[in-house]
């Protein structure tokens, strides 16, 4: 059983690590600053990103500390995410409410893993499965975009 579980946690590490380059290569949001993009974007999506991105990664590297210490303001940004009332137009329908219901979903088990003190492994596959969540409801061409804005501002981060 113990094998099984690593096998799965070595998938969803797998994942994690191809969704992470696929969003976020050459790309970031510096802690404190404003994105580069959001004046083109959704705000409260590159708010989110930016707090998933100073979350995600350094779990990726075995860092915990960021996972434990940003789970209520992700919870938070999640929340702002889905009560927006000015979700672009691809954001909007009845998929798409439905994928924001899972992500806040996934953003309330993964601080409520954090709240009860989990285990590293718990915390991991629970940040896991709400960055995979997050990373779909990024439409390809908001993606595109910030990749572009990002670029022309020489802005770059470092995996």
């Known amino acids: 059983m113990k094998t099984i579980k690593l096998g ?86 009845d998929k798409k409410d439905a994928e924001f219901k899972d992500m806040l979903a996934k953003a309330e088990v993964y601080a409520n893993k954090v709240a009860q003190n989990a285990t590293d492994e718990e915390i991991k596959i629970a940040l896991s499965d709400l960055h995979g969540a997050f990373a779909g409801l990024v439409p390809e061409k908001m993606k595109e975009e910030m990749h572009k804005m990002d670029k022309e501002k020489g802005k770059t981060c470092e995996h």
């Open 8 to 93: 799965i946690m070595t998938l969803i590490m797998i994942f994690g690590v191809s969704m992470a380059y696929a969003l976020n290569s050459n790309y970031c949001c510096v802690e404190g600053e404003p994105c580069s993009y959001a004046p083109k974007a959704w705000q409260p999506m590159m708010e989110m990103r930016a707090v998933m991105q100073s979350t995600f990664h350094p779990m990726l590297e075995n860092n915990l500390k960021p996972a434990r210490e940003n789970a209520a303001l992700m919870l938070e940004k999640a929340k702002a995410l889905v009560a927006a009332t000015d979700r672009p137009k691809n954001l909007k329908g």
